[in-house]
Nanobody
């Protein structure tokens, strides 16, 4: 069993920045680490992911150039740096992992999930 504990998030104005962290209870070596988000009344959607060795990253078009995913293997941690935040970035953000080298962008593919972090962007 893998436990993921998230931190970060909060309330920020348009154009501001936040960083989310996701710490795993076990080594994340050979795990794809991903971030998803869910806005009220909407389905959970893919945001960013980083491959099992920290080389390849993928991001949704809506966040490219603004969000950066990274991982720190020695701390079993994934980060999502969010810059130039927009109103439409508001939602609950979830980290997720799967023991694999294959990149997938659908929530159902991931085995373990963090508890969620609220991100609210205000005007």
């Amino acid at each position: 069993q893998v436990h993921l504990v998230q931190s970060g998030g909060g309330l920020v104005q348009v154009g501001g920045s936040l960083r989310l962290s996701c710490v795993s209870s076990i080594s994340t070596r050979n795990y794809v680490m991903a971030w998803f988000r869910q806005a009220p009344g909407k389905e959970r959607e893919f945001v960013s992911l980083i491959d099992h060795v920290g080389i390849r990253t993928r991001s949704a078009d809506s966040v490219k150039g603004r969000f950066t995913i990274s991982r720190e293997e020695t701390k079993n941690t994934s980060y999502l740096q969010m810059n130039d935040l927009k109103i439409e970035d508001t939602g609950i953000y979830y980290c997720a992992v799967r023991h694999t080298s294959i990149l997938r962008f659908t929530p159902a593919y991931y085995e373990w999930w963090g508890q969620g972090s609220q991100v609210t962007v205000s005007s």
